[in-house]
């Protein structure tokens, strides 16, 4: 145990641990909704490295926590030459470079194997989630910003952007909160969101049951939530 702690506090092995730290903070904060996994995708782009068709922090993660590994395990066999001095400086530089060399080849390998899928259907068009329940992965969503994971009828599952309707009664929308995605804003490229206990959209009429002898006279409507503007829905 105390070899590789002194592995990972060592050189080459304290350039890949710091990053180790950044990675696992960052992916902590997505986890409890502070932050997203493709927070670099408008930023960065690495298809020129050949690392294109994974987010951005998916690609890095992959990079940072192979090289770890392996200079860890070099550091460790290092440590068991006895080399020292020029012979041991020497051995740690090559580590390094080892180390991200494979580091590189193995994220390599794991995008083009992602990129050589089975592509058995075409990737669903933002269409296909209206009317889909999702689960709020933000702190909240307000009228400027919002993310929510939801699911297409074809099992298909995204992170998408939604704001919510201000239009639609109902609590705010916060993390791990249900709600329905009842239409799609193509210029702004997100969705409009309500909460799940109002209807899909607007003027969409909820289907009537056959009329029973217990209904009212023509003329003369029910009344409740499902006549106004926002009827009620299901989210089960």
Do not use: K, N
Not at 24 to 38: M, P, T
Not at 181 to 196: Q, R, S
Not at 200 to 207: F, V
Not at 218 to 234: F, L, M, S
Request: proline residues 8%; hydrophobic residues 45%; contains cysteine.
């Amino acid at each position: 145990m105390g070899e590789l702690i002194d592995a990972a506090v060592g050189f080459p092995g304290v350039a890949f641990t710091s990053a180790m730290a950044v990675v696992v903070c960052f992916w902590l904060l997505v986890a409890v909704g502070l932050g997203r996994a493709d927070s670099f995708d408008e930023d960065a782009d690495l298809g020129a490295a050949g690392l294109g068709g994974m987010p951005v922090a998916v690609a890095v993660s992959l990079l940072v926590g192979t090289g770890w590994l392996v200079s860890l395990a070099g550091s460790v066999a290092l440590a068991q030459t006895g080399w020292a001095g020029l012979a041991h400086a020497a051995g740690d530089v090559g580590l390094l470079v080892v180390a991200a060399l494979v580091a590189y080849g193995a994220t390599r390998v794991l995008v083009l194997a992602r990129a050589r899928g089975p592509r058995g259907r075409a990737d669903p068009s933002p269409r296909d989630f209206v009317g889909s329940v999702c689960t709020i992965r933000t702190g909240w969503v307000d009228l400027e910003s919002g993310r929510a994971e939801v699911a297409a009828p074809d099992g298909t599952v995204a992170v998408v952007e939604v704001r919510q309707d201000p239009s639609a009664p109902g609590e705010p929308l916060a993390v791990g909160g249900s709600a329905r995605l009842h239409a799609y804003d193509t210029t702004g490229a997100f969705f409009w969101a309500v909460p799940c206990s109002v209807a899909l959209a607007p003027g969409r009429p909820r289907p009537r049951p056959a009329r029973t002898t217990e209904d009212p006279p023509t003329g003369h409507a029910p009344t409740g939530p499902a006549d106004g503007p926002w009827p009620h829905a299901d989210c089960a």
